[in-house]
């Protein structure tokens, strides 16, 4: 069985484990698209839209609903990168394990 100091040791170090993940997660950017590319979302790691970007092709003021519809797909595709790549960082750090309390934004 292990001694409290060999647990506490263990404890440090995924928690700077953690902190490190996180920090290569807030650098993160990704870009979720829709309509062939046509409507791109750019998020980073925080979940916060940086860039928003559209081709003229789709700006049509009697196709408003369509743009609306595609800035939402690219944003909820983005959305779901950034969420992957958080699980799939965190996943690395605990084995797997789901750790009561660990703080993951989705």
């Known amino acids: 069985m292990k001694n409290i100091g060999e647990i ?6 995924m928690q700077a484990k953690m902190a490190k993940i996180q920090e290569e997660l807030a650098a993160l950017v990704l870009t979720g698209h829709a309509g062939g590319g046509m409507v791109q979302v750019v998020m980073n790691g925080k979940q916060e839209v ?5 081709d003229p092709s789709v700006v049509d003021a009697e196709e ?3 743009l609306e519809d595609l800035v939402a797909a690219a944003f909820n595709d983005a959305q779901r990168k950034v969420q992957e790549a958080t699980r799939d960082s965190m996943a ?6 789901k ?3 660990l703080n993951l934004p989705f």
């Open 64 to 66: 408003i609903e369509m």
């Open 50 to 54: 940086m860039r928003v970007r559209i």
């Open 8 to 13: 506490m040791k263990q404890a440090q170090a």
């Open 99 to 101: 750790i009561p309390g």
């Open 92 to 97: 690395q750090l605990t084995g797997g394990m």
